[in-house]
């Protein structure tokens, strides 16, 4: 029904956006990723899925078409909802899930609030052909240097762990280290620099 969405960004939530267009307010529930890159005032060009039920229309966006394709073929997969994708896509990006599939490590996706180890193996396992025949790519990482990024979502992934452990929970430390280019940094990094966000 919606294939994208040009307006003005009139509100921001912690998991959803409000898209003016034309005096006409759109909301959108969003990934934690899509927030980071947008802001109020600002006009931008949403990509949408519209998710039909029996008792309700809701609306999900997405900052760019790899995202919005990451959270098709998320949801193509039974045990996966329009909630757990988009969880899914606030803890990994589309190119950090393919590395993530095309590598069969877990820890990026156990990331994400409601994935467990089973859905986690599953997302893997039925992921693999499929995002080898979507347009989403590796962001040009070589076999070393993918090896390289795997280890780095590993240090994100225990840096949440631990934080957990310390009574966070994921959306607080998403909020927290949202803008935060974590991909570089140790563990330990990312644990001082969202505790450090965190008791401001």
Known sequence: MFSYLNGTIAEMGQNSIVVDVGGVGFFCTVSLNTLAKLK???????????????DAMDLFGFYDKDELECFRLLTSISGVGPKVAVSI???????????AVSTDDDKPILAASGVGKKLAGR?????????????????GFTQASAGVKAMKSAADSEAYEA?????????????????ADVSSMSTEDIIKLALARLMR
Do not use: F, Q, W
């Open 40 to 54: 109020v005032g600002s006009v931008s060009r949403i990509y949408t899925h519209l998710n039909v039920r029996e």
């Open 123 to 139: 997302i893997i396992l039925e992921l693999k052909d499929k995002i080898a025949k979507s347009s989403i790519e590796l962001s």
């Open 163 to 179: 934080l957990i452990a310390l009574g966070y929970n994921r959306e607080e430390i998403s909020m927290a280290l949202k803008g």
């Open 89 to 99: 896509l606030s803890a990994v990006t589309p190119s950090s899930l393919a590395l």
